[in-house]
C-alpha cells in the first residue's frame, strides 16, 4: 500500500539559511500534519490542513510557514535557521472520510542545521 | 499543561514475556488515544486505538486497556519478540487536529 512521502530524507543547512520540506499524503487523504521531533522527544505538533486550509496550529515558530496545495502535498518552509531546529520533521496523513483519527506518518525529514 | 505521559524511559523484557506498557494522561477532555511505535531512524507507526467510551480493545497480539476513573492508558504486548524492540508512545487527540504525544517507553528485548 502507498504510504506518506517525504523528501529530502536527509537535509543539511547553516544557521539563518532557508529550508523547504515536502510531503506527499497517501492517496485519498485530505489532511496533512506536521511534526517536529528533537533528539530523545517525543513528536510535537507543529501545524495542519485540511482540504487546502490550515486546520490547526501547535507549536510552530513564527520563522516557520507551511501550506497545502491543489493536488494534496504540502510544504514546510523554515526560514533563519537556528541550531535548535535540528530535528526529525514528520508528515502524516489521514482522511476524514474514515470514522478514525489515525494518521499515518511518513519516513521523516532529518534537518541538520550547522 | 496537560499531556500524555509513559511511567518508564525504559523497559526489558525477556523474548517470550508479555510485556505491559502504560501510560498516564491528565487531559479529562481526551476522547481518543493511539499507540505508536517507532524504530530507530523510522516514523511512528500505528499500533492500535481506543476510543473513551471503550475499556479494552484487543488487535493482533496487542491490547489496549483504559480506566477513565484513574486516567490510565496501557498497552500489553504478548509473547514479545525481537522484532517488537522499539519505542513507544501512546498519543492523545482531544478533538483537535494534532496529537499530543507523550514521552516514550523504550521497549528492550532481552533474548
Known amino acids: 500500500a502507498a504510504g506518506v512521502i517525504q523528501s529530502p530524507r536527509h ?10 520540506l515536502k510531503c506527499y499524503p497517501i492517496p485519498r487523504h ?13 513528536p510535537q ?3 495542519s490542513f485540511y482540504e487546502k486550509m490550515q486546520s490547526d496550529k501547535g507549536s510552530i515558530p513564527d520563522r516557520f ?15 533563519s ?3 535548535g531546529d535540528s530535528a526529525l520533521y514528520f508528515c502524516a496523513s489521514s482522511s476524514r472520510d474514515r470514522d478514525s483519527y489515525e494518521q499515518y506518518f511518513g519516513p521523516g525529514t532529518r534537518l541538520t542545521v550547522t | ?6 511511567h518508564l524511559p525504559t523497559l526489558s523484557v525477556q523474548e517470550g514475556d508479555n510485556s505491559i506498557i502504560n501510560c498516564a494522561y491528565s487531559n479529562s477532555a481526551s476522547d481518543y488515544f493511539i499507540w505508536y511505535k517507532q524504530e530507530s531512524g523510522k516514523g ?9 467510551n471503550m475499556d479494552k480493545r484487543q488487535g493482533q497480539r496487542v491490547t489496549v486497556l483504559l480506566n477513565k476513573t484513574v486516567k490510565h492508558l496501557s498497552l500489553q504486548i504478548a ?33
Open chain 1, 11 to 20: 537535509l543539511i543547512k547553516e544557521k539563518r539559511e532557508t529550508a523547504t
Open chain 1, 30 to 42: 485530505d489532511t496533512v500534519y506536521w511534526y517536529q521531533q528533537g533528539p530523545g522527544q517525543d
Open chain 1, 45 to 47: 505538533f507543529l501545524i
Open chain 1, 65 to 79: 510557514s507551511a501550506q497545502q496545495f491543489s493536488d494534496y502535498h504540502s510544504e514546510l518552509n523554515m526560514s
Open chain 1, 81 to 83: 535557521l537556528e541550531l
Open chain 2, 1 to 6: 499543561g496537560e499531556s500524555v505521559g509513559l
Open chain 2, 44 to 52: 511512528p507507526q500505528f499500533i492500535i486505538d481506543i476510543r473513551s
Open chain 2, 79 to 111: 509473547a514479545t519478540q525481537p522484532g517488537d524492540s522499539a519505542v513507544y508512545f501512546c498519543a492523545d487527540s482531544g478533538g483537535a487536529d494534532g496529537l499530543t504525544f507523550g514521552k516514550g517507553t523504550h521497549l528492550i528485548i532481552q533474548p
